[in-house]
Every structure is written in structure tokens, then in C-alpha cells.
């Protein structure tokens, strides 16, 4: 894969990319690579610089340093650009007064691309009728979708998307989610920013996540999810240990009990009960990934409180040093056992 | 370059701005028309104080005719501000930029749809005028088309528009906020800047100075004799210098107004 060569490969290439200003940095040294035919989520909390730097990469934003090029070139020198990069940067770029038809039939003259084209998006998002009134009066789900039918006017083979489950009810994220699966299985580049991992979890199938306009963590989502454990308080951790061991189980203590690697909390309780110990508490732990995302956004605002502990496992973002991570506002966990998700969000982000 | 200039056009007339500002300007130009004709015909202004009042045949059709280009113009000159405006106070500019992320030549775009946008209202101010103008100068005994200089002044007016709108298309970027930007511009347009200009007609160095101020220019194209304070006829330039001269000035607003855009973060 040759970024300058004239075959477009569909990657999103990021290297450095920074952004002041005034003395606020909002985006620092950021690298980051997103495939094609896949989905990738690029979270961060409020204010980490996810809309910066998707606003970088379009070219909308000057960068102070850094480049952010898509099939090996600058958003700018790429010719036509709808027809190869499709974006929704918010849900409220449209004039109140202009039908949300003649938004995307200004964009459509602006890029060549055919009055009828406009028409068979509108059916496509769901809004054949609204889009012929005022978007004034639109509802935030029908920004998005109009905003989603701009993106895709000129069949475009990388897509640009922040904060698309935003106001969409649960249907229409169901929606969303199944639109973007199919759009990947087509082979297209999506980039999906959101502040909320729970949007995008079953969504996406790599992330990037980014915190104070630096990258994080990168991986795929099994990558960082880890290995699903379990939390168990009983009367007698040595006797339960020796049990659980015996099942092929890996224990290791924590926090006044126990964890096990398992997402079973059934084959806990059973092996307790066979070797008669009592238990106080089971339950499945937050997976690193969750718990990752969640004290990013309990330290957010706290840009100090960032350079402090390490919190890194390995494998996880290996080009990264350890101080990049946040410190766990939670119980200390031990870095080489992870805790386990709910086990309904992992069956459906397969 | 043809699509930018496609896409400049559907923005423009796909909002109600455009045919609430083609009433205005029809009736306007209409109005001022019939105003300006019932008025210099009249007897008490080509007594002999009527000094600034057009006495041949062909002055006084021009000025009836392009009596609503004065007012025209300030119109124009809100558009311009408000295309430019309405972009980046609804954000709408992200999308022009997307679609085409060369900036200097969506603004090529800009300054090119505005100059026929320009025209076309000339078109429908001078329909107005001449309409109605017509009517009450033959009703009055005077020729209406009297000489080839009046339609030299009627093709002026449609470049007079268009050059005003690129000056409010500079003005709108140069003043970030639209509402301030629409109130100011038009606030010097209209009053300030002409005020001013009788001002320093007033003193000895400030009149060689009057005649390049865009009304002044403006007025020079139109060949219409504007009266001072002292209701004599102020100096002013050639039909083709004020041409010249407002060009310049919607040359260097475009130019600033291009300058800025070409810079400035979307965000
Ligand atoms: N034009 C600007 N001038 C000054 N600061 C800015 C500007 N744009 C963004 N910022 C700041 O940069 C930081 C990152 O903003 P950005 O919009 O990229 O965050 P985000 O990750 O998209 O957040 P959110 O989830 O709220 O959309 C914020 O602190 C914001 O206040
Ligand atoms: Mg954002």
C-alpha cells in the first residue's frame, strides 16, 4: 500500500497532527491510521479534540504542525473530494430558511453529481418528505440523517462521521449501526468520532480513543476489551482459590476478593457451592475498555492529573508510553487481568 | 470553476432572501421613478434656484430612470454581506468548503454570481423605473429616450449593483458578526459616506478629495448631478473614472474579504 501511488487504498493516515489555539493546545502530536472495510470509533470525552481533528483532516482546519492525508493526499488536493471523502461534521450546518432538498442539491452542483442522486438519499436516510420542507424546523434526527445523505452524495469510498448516533432515538441508531456495517462490508473507510463509548461499542470494530488532543489507546475493540473477569467475595478466598484453579480457572486476589478470568458468574457460584464456601458478593467487572473510557471522562478537565500513574496493559497500545494513560479513579486494578464486560454487550458487539 | 458558480447560484435563489429583495428593488426603482419625475418637472424645481436639477431631456431621464439604483445599491450591498453572512452564521460554510476546499476559488465563485446577482436586480429595478418613469415624463411632454447616453447609464447601473454587492461581500467577512456587519455597512453606505462627502465638499482640500468616495462614484456613473449643502451641483468624476473607482474599491473589499477566508479556520 503506497499512500502516493494513484490507487486511492481508502487509509486515513494521521502523523503528528497538531493544533494551538492561542497557547491551549487541542490537539497534540496525534498519529493514527484507520483502515478501509472497516469501522473505526474515535472516542474521547468532551473536548479531547475529536471534532479538531476531523476538521484538520477536511481541511477546514489549519493545522500548526502535522498532516492528515486520505488516499495519500491532503483533503485539498484531492480533486472532487465528495466523490472520495463523504463528512457529517455537525448536525447543524444548514441554513433554517433552504429545504434540506436544496442543501444537498447546492452540494450536488458543487460536485457534480445529479439532481437524482439527491433524491434517492433522501429515501435512503428516511426523509423523502421532510427534506422538502424548511431545516428550521428539523428535529435533531432529521439533521443527522440529512447530514448523512450529504455524506454519502457523491458514493464516496471513505466516510467522515462525528457524532453520528447524536439525537437519534434507539431505532434510528439501530439503523445507523446496520447502515455503517454494510457500508464497511462494501469495502469503504468509516471514521466514526463519539463522546460516548456505550454509542459506539457495538458499532465500531477498531478504536482510537483520545484524551487532551492525545491518542490513548488504539486497537481493535476485542484488543481492548481484554480478557472478561469476574469479582467474587467469599469466607474463604484460599479454599475457593484452590477450587476455581482446579477448573482451569486463572484467580488472582483483588480488592478484599477475588478475580477471575471467566464470563461465566455461574461456574463461580457452582464451584463455591461444591467446595462449600459462602460467597458475598459476584459479580462481572467493567472491561478494560469500559473502564478505560470511564476515567478518561472522570478526569477530564484535569489535564495534570493525566501525566500521572501508569495504567497501560500491554499489547494494547504498544507505541504508546505508559504515562499517556490516566490513573484509574476506581479500585486498583492489577494491568495483567482485566475485568469483564456484561456478557448481553459482548454478544452483541460479534 | 462552473460548478462552484452552479452551487453559488442554487444557494442564492433556494432562501426567500432573493424574491423579497426583487419586490423591494422593482418597486423601488418604480417609486423613486415617479417620485424624481413628478418632482423635476414640477415648476417650483425648474424655477431658477433649481440649480442641481437635471434641465436637459436626457439628464432628466437618467435620473429618473436610475433614481432607484441609489437605493438599489444599498440593497445589493446586503446581499452581498448576507451571502457571505448566512455561511458562516449557519455554518453552511463547512459545506461549501467541503464540496470545494480550493477557498480562493469558491470565492472567485462568489465575487462572479454576485456580479450577474447584481445585474439581474438591476435588470428588475430598471424594468420598475423605466416602466413608470415612461409614463410620467411622456405625460409630462418630456422624451424619454432622448439621447444614447441614457442607455449607457442604464447598462451602468446593472455593473453599479454587482460592484456594490462585492463591497458588502467583503464587508460581511471583514465584520464577523452578520447583524453588525449588515448595520454597519449599510449605515456607512447610506449615511456616513455621503454625509462625509458633502462635508468635504465643503472644504477647499477635501473637494478633490469627494469626488472618489463610492457614492460620489456611483453618482458619476449614473451622470446624475447631485446637489451640495449649498444646493449647487457637486464636482464629480466621468461616467468611466467612477467606473473605475467603485471597481477599485469592490476590488479591494473582494480582494480583503478573499485574503481573510483563505486563513481563517472553519470551526
Ligand atoms: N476555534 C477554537 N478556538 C479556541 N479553542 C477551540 C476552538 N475549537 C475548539 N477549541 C477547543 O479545543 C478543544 C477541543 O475541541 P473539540 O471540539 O475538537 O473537542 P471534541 O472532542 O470534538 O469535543 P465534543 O465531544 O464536545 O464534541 C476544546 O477544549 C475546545 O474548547
Ligand atoms: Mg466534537
Request: proline share 6%.
Amino acid at each position: 500500500m503506497d499512500p502516493a501511488g494513484p490507487e486511492p487504498t481508502g487509509r486515513i493516515e494521521v502523523r503528528g497532527l497538531t493544533k494551538h489555539f492561542g497557547s491551549f493546545t487541542a490537539v497534540d502530536h496525534l498519529d493514527l491510521d484507520v483502515e478501509p472495510g472497516r469501522i473505526t470509533g474515535f472516542l474521547g470525552p468532551n473536548g479531547a479534540g475529536k471534532t479538531t481533528t476531523l476538521r484538520m483532516l477536511l481541511g477546514l482546519v489549519r493545522p500548526t504542525s502535522g498532516t492528515a492525508t486520505i488516499d495519500g493526499r491532503r483533503y485539498a488536493d484531492i480533486h472532487n473530494p465528495l466523490t472520495v471523502v463523504g463528512s457529517a461534521l455537525e448536525a447543524t450546518n444548514f441554513h433554517p430558511g433552504r429545504t434540506g432538498r436544496n442543501h444537498l442539491r447546492v452540494q450536488a452542483a458543487a460536485s457534480g453529481v445529479s439532481d437524482r442522486r439527491v433524491d434517492e438519499l433522501l429515501e435512503l436516510v428516511g426523509i423523502p418528505a421532510a427534506a422538502r420542507k424548511r431545516a428550521g424546523g428539523y428535529s435533531m434526527g432529521m439533521r443527522q440523517r440529512l447530514g448523512l445523505a450529504a455524506a454519502m452524495l457523491g458514493d464516496p469510498h471513505v466516510l467522515i462521521l462525528d457524532e453520528p448516533a447524536n439525537g437519534l432515538d434507539p431505532e434510528g441508531i439501530r439503523w445507523l449501526r446496520g447502515f455503517l456495517r454494510h457500508l464497511a462490508d462494501e469495502g469503504r473507510t468509516l471514521l466514526i468520532s463519539s463522546h460516548m463509548l456505550s454509542e459506539v461499542e457495538q458499532t465500531v470494530d477498531d478504536v482510537v480513543i483520545i484524551a487532551n488532543g492525545k491518542r490513548v489507546a488504539q486497537g481493535t475493540v476485542e484488543e481492548l476489551r481484554g480478557e472478561p473477569t469476574a469479582f467474587v467475595r467469599t469466607s474463604d478466598p484460599d479454599r475457593l482459590t484452590a477450587a476455581l484453579q482446579q477448573r482451569g480457572l486463572r484467580v488472582a486476589p483483588k480488592a478484599g476478593g477475588l478475580q477471575v478470568t471467566t464470563e461465566d458468574l455461574a461456574v463461580v457460584g457452582d464451584v463455591a457451592h461444591a467446595s462449600d464456601v459462602a460467597i458475598h458478593e459476584l459479580r462481572s467487572e467493567q472491561t478494560h475498555l469500559e473502564e478505560l473510557f470511564f476515567n478518561l471522562t472522570e478526569t477530564e478537565g484535569d489535564r495534570n492529573r493525566l501525566s500521572g500513574a501508569a495504567h497501560a496493559r500491554a499489547g494494547v497500545a504498544p507505541d504508546l508510553p505508559p504515562p499517556m494513560l490516566p490513573p484509574p479513579s476506581g479500585p486498583p486494578v492489577d494491568p495483567s487481568v482485566v475485568a469483564a464486560p456484561p456478557a448481553d454487550a459482548r454478544e452483541a458487539g460479534r | 470553476m462552473t460548478p462552484a458558480i452552479r452551487a453559488e447560484f442554487r444557494k442564492f435563489f433556494t432562501t426567500r432572501l432573493w424574491w423579497g429583495m426583487a419586490i423591494a428593488v422593482v418597486l423601488s426603482g418604480a417609486a423613486f421613478a415617479v417620485l424624481f419625475a413628478l418632482v423635476f418637472t414640477s415648476d417650483i424645481a425648474r424655477g431658477p434656484q433649481g440649480a442641481a436639477v437635471p434641465q436637459t431631456d436626457a439628464d432628466l431621464a437618467k435620473a429618473v430612470f436610475t433614481g432607484g439604483i441609489q437605493v438599489g445599491y444599498l440593497l445589493t450591498l446586503a446581499i452581498g454581506v448576507m451571502t457571505i453572512g448566512a455561511e458562516y452564521r449557519h455554518q453552511t460554510i463547512t459545506a461549501t468548503f467541503l464540496a470545494v476546499p480550493r477557498r480562493g476559488r469558491v470565492m472567485g465563485a462568489k465575487v462572479l454570481s454576485l456580479l450577474v446577482i447584481g445585474a439581474f436586480y438591476g435588470v428588475l429595478s430598471l424594468a420598475g423605473a423605466v416602466g413608470a418613469g415612461t409614463l410620467v415624463l411622456t405625460a409630462k411632454g418630456h422624451q424619454p429616450f432622448a439621447d444614447s447616453s441614457i442607455w449607457r447609464a442604464l447598462a451602468l447601473s446593472l455593473l453599479i449593483l454587482g460592484l456594490w454587492a462585492l463591497i458588502g461581500l467583503g464587508a460581511g467577512i471583514l465584520i464577523p458578526n452578520q447583524v453588525a456587519a449588515l448595520l454597519i455597512s449599510i449605515a456607512v453606505a447610506w449615511i456616513v459616506e455621503p454625509v462625509l462627502g458633502l462635508v468635504l465638499a465643503l472644504t477647499d482640500w477635501g473637494q478633490n478629495i469627494s469626488p472618489y468616495l463610492p457614492s460620489r462614484a456611483t453618482a458619476a456613473m449614473l451622470e446624475s448631478t447631485g446637489g451640495g449643502f449649498d444646493g449647487q451641483p457637486v464636482e464629480q468624476l466621468s461616467w468611466w473614472a467612477g467606473a473605475l473607482v467603485l471597481a477599485a474599491y469592490a476590488a479591494v473589499m473582494a480582494g480583503l474579504g478573499t485574503w481573510r477566508t483563505v486563513r481563517r479556520d472553519i470551526a
